[in-house]
C-alpha cells in the first residue's frame, strides 16, 4: 500500500469540503429560498431551455430519476414548468416567471460566494483547483 496512513482518503477529504462550500453556498442562497443544488438545476434550466429530463441529468452530471425528483420539487415551488417533449416519453423543462426571479436575486448572492472563495484561495489556487477538479 501507497501513502502513509496519516494521509487522507481524497474521496473522504472531498466530500468533507464539498460539504463545507454546500453550506456557505446554501446559507447565502436562504434568503432567496433555494439551495445550491436547486440553483444549479434552475441555471441549468435557463441555459437549456426548454430542455428534456434526459438533456438536463447528462448536463448535470447526475441520473435522470434524480433529476426528475428535483424538478418536480422546483414545479412545485412554481419555479420550472414541465411540458410533453417532441417525444411523448419525454417531458421538457422550462423556467417560470418566478424561477427567472429567484434566479435575478440568487445570481449576485451565488457569484459573491465565488468572490469569497477566490479571494480566501487566492486567484492563482483558485484557478489550480478548477483545474485539478476538472481532471477528475
Given at each position: 500500500?501507497?501513502?502513509s496512513?496519516?494521509?487522507?482518503?481524497?474521496?473522504?477529504?472531498?466530500?468533507?469540503?464539498s460539504r463545507r462550500l454546500t453550506a456557505l453556498y446554501d446559507a447565502a442562497l436562504q434568503p432567496a429560498g433555494i439551495n445550491v443544488a436547486q440553483f444549479s438545476l434552475l441555471r441549468n434550466v435557463?441555459?437549456?431551455?426548454?430542455?428534456s429530463l434526459t438533456e438536463l441529468g447528462r448536463r448535470m452530471e447526475l441520473d435522470r430519476s434524480t433529476v426528475g425528483r428535483n424538478v418536480r420539487l422546483l414545479q412545485r415551488m412554481g419555479l420550472v414548468r414541465m411540458t410533453p417533449g417532441s417525444d411523448q416519453r419525454?417531458?421538457?423543462?422550462?423556467l417560470e416567471?418566478?424561477?427567472?426571479e429567484i434566479l435575478s436575486q440568487a445570481i449576485p448572492v451565488w457569484q459573491g460566494v465565488q468572490d469569497r472563495i477566490q479571494a480566501q484561495l487566492g486567484e492563482e489556487a483558485a484557478g489550480q483547483l478548477r483545474d485539478l477538479l476538472a481532471r477528475l
Open positions: 500500500m501507497t501513502g496512513s496519516s494521509r487522507s482518503c481524497y474521496c473522504i477529504a472531498l466530500r468533507a469540503a435557463e441555459r437549456a431551455q426548454p430542455v419525454e417531458a421538457s423543462v422550462g416567471p418566478a424561477g427567472r
